[in-house]
């Protein structure tokens, strides 16, 4: 029977998890700090996270501040939305090529597994994952 309730990690078991996503092939999308803003990227450490970092906002304003701890997710909300994340606006379906043979289509990238985003927590996200792996992660 599959157990339900909520997971804590620290950070070393988060480190844990990433390794074991990228070792699986998936890529992990969570916040990063970039151009002195939270915004989606590539997150291949618990060091790539916004650790320490908070941000403030006002009308028209947005901008990131240090705290006084190392809090991997202490900051309201991202810069930018994660839609282009989840919903790229280019994205290969199938391809194929003109031969003297039979026509042969090619399957393109697959799309891997995407999960959602929960106020306050960042979901992994795993794209392009070997053809053999059938596992989800979600938060």
């Not at 990228?22 to 999308?29: D, N």
Request: charged letters at 20%; one cysteine or more; glycine letters at 12%.
């Amino acid at each position: 029977m599959a157990q339900t309730g909520s997971v804590t990690f620290d950070v070393e078991g988060l480190q844990d998890l990433l390794d074991v996503l990228g070792r699986r092939g998936f890529t992990v999308l969570g916040p990063t700090v970039r151009d002195r803003a939270v915004v989606p990227g590539r997150v291949r450490s618990v060091a790539d996270l916004p650790g320490g970092w908070g941000d403030v906002q006002e009308p028209g304003s947005y901008r990131l501040r240090r705290r006084g701890d190392d809090a991997l997710f202490g900051y309201a909300a991202d810069a930018i939305s994660w839609k282009a994340a989840f919903f790229p606006s280019r994205e290969l379906v199938w391809s194929g090529s003109r031969t003297a043979a039979p026509p042969r289509a090619e399957r393109g990238p697959s799309p891997g597994h995407r999960c959602g985003r929960r106020a306050g927590l960042t979901s992994v996200v795993g794209h392009n994952p070997p053809p053999s792996s059938a596992s989800l992660v979600t938060s």
